[in-house]
Structure formats: structure tokens, C-alpha cells
T-cell receptor
Framework: ETGVTQSPTHLIKTRGQQVTLRCSSQSGHNTVSWYQQALGQGPQFIFQYYREEENGRGNFPPRFSGLQFPNYSSELNVNALELDDSALYLC??????????????FGPGTRLLVL | GENVEQHPSTLSVQEGDSAVIKCTYSDSASNYFPWYKQELGKRPQLIIDIRSNVGEKKDQRIAVTLNKTAKHFSLHITETQPEDSAVYFCAASIQGAQKLVFGQGTRLTINP
């Protein structure tokens, strides 16, 4: 098992609500990436944070936003939830410098259901 | 942008036989290719990865091969065991692009 943790494990929200998901990176890792995994699909890259700055973003609308804290933990915020946002949200941490892709280790994920 | 195609989507093999999963990528600048195993309800776990300066890498029963000219890479599992049953994902990344692009996954079933 990796040292990456996520909370909560499960969450149920209704359309239009807002949600915050949390991730603690593995010790020594300063980079956190967030992915959305719809049922039966591969993970899709949302964005990455390195040293508290966004460092790359996938094809997701601005209502998906994030933060990284000085201890390298991270939050994913989603506003105005839509039914299609129902998915497993994974964070992955990696060591090293931005620009040099290191091995990414995934957390257990947060399963979000939007009703 | 980068696109990764993975085949087959499902694979069933007899215990002890070999399994091969293939992926193709679109961006010739891709230089890092990890494979993840995801059991039901669990996190993706890295099982092996390869960088573009290497053509093959082995770790016990698992091997990955990379053909940069054809832009494809493959996962080989030998002497399969029931615990190998899972969904396997390939991924590709370009140095500096900061993201992994995943294939659609292969559900591998090992029949005893």
C-alpha cells in the first residue's frame, strides 16, 4: 500500500451543491495530481499541484479547482455539481521536480455520487 | 493531445498460461509508460513502468516491451495465477506535460 490517503471514502451530494475532497501525499512527495475515474473507464487527468501552484490542467471546466498546502496535502473542489460528476476521484503523489515526470502513487479514492 | 488505445477490453486465460495486453499511443514525444493494476474497489497500483530509453523491462512474472517506432507497448504476464485477476491500465506521459493519459483498461480473468 502507498502512503497516500484520501477523505472521505464515499460522498453523496445533489445537483448544484459543492464538494471538497482531500488528499494527503506520501511522505517526501511534493507533487499531487488529481484524476477522475468514471465507472468502467480509465482515470482522466484533472490537474496537478507542485509546491502550492497549479502545474498542468486537463480538459475540465473551471468549476473544478484545487489547492495545495505547505505540507503538500491537497484539496479538490467541485462547484455546481452535475450528475456526470459522479465518479471515483483519485489523487496521486509523486516526488521530485515539476517537469520531470516521476512515478505516481495513487490514494484509495473518494467515490462521489451526485443525485 | 495524447491518446492511448488499449486492447483487448476483456481477456480470459487459464491459470498458468500467459496474458498479453497491448497499448498504442499517438504522441511520439511520449517517454514514460507505466502499467497499473486495479482490483475491484481498490486504488490503481503501479506494477511496472518503462521509459523510452529502454526497450524491455522485466520484474519476475511481469514484463513490458516498448516499440517506439510503432508507438506501442505491451504488458506480458507469465504463469498467471488467480490473484492476477483485475483490471489493468496502461498509461503514457510526455516529460513536461505533467499528466498520465490512460488507456480504457483490460479486465483480466484467470480461470482455475
Amino acid at each position: 500500500e502507498t502512503g497516500v490517503t484520501q477523505s472521505p471514502t464515499h460522498l453523496i451530494k445533489t445537483r448544484g451543491q459543492q464538494v471538497t475532497l482531500r488528499c494527503s501525499s506520501q511522505s517526501g512527495h511534493n507533487t499531487v495530481s488529481w484524476y477522475q475515474q468514471a465507472l468502467g473507464q480509465g482515470p482522466q487527468f484533472i490537474f496537478q499541484y507542485y509546491r502550492e501552484e497549479e502545474n498542468g490542467r486537463g480538459n475540465f471546466p473551471p468549476r473544478f479547482s484545487g489547492l495545495q498546502f505547505p505540507n503538500y496535502s491537497s484539496e479538490l473542489n467541485v462547484n455546481a455539481l452535475e450528475l456526470d460528476d459522479s465518479a471515483l476521484y483519485l489523487c496521486a503523489s509523486s516526488p521530485g521536480l515539476a517537469g520531470v515526470l516521476k512515478t505516481q502513487y495513487f490514494g484509495p479514492g473518494t467515490r462521489l455520487l451526485v443525485l | 493531445g495524447e491518446n492511448v488505445e488499449q486492447h483487448p477490453s476483456t481477456l480470459s486465460v487459464q491459470e498458468g498460461d500467459s496474458a498479453v495486453i497491448k497499448c498504442t499511443y499517438s504522441d511520439s514525444a511520449s517517454n514514460y509508460f507505466p502499467w497499473y493494476k486495479q482490483e475491484l474497489g481498490k486504488r490503481p497500483q503501479l506494477i511496472i513502468d518503462i521509459r523510452s530509453n529502454v526497450g524491455e523491462k522485466k520484474d519476475q512474472r511481469i514484463a513490458v516491451t516498448l516499440n517506439k517506432t510503432a508507438k506501442h507497448f505491451s504488458l506480458h504476464i507469465t504463469e498467471t495465477q488467480p490473484e492476477d485477476s483485475a483490471v489493468y491500465f496502461c498509461a503514457a506521459s510526455i516529460q513536461g506535460a505533467q499528466k498520465l493519459v490512460f488507456g480504457q483498461g483490460t479486465r483480466l480473468t484467470i480461470n482455475p
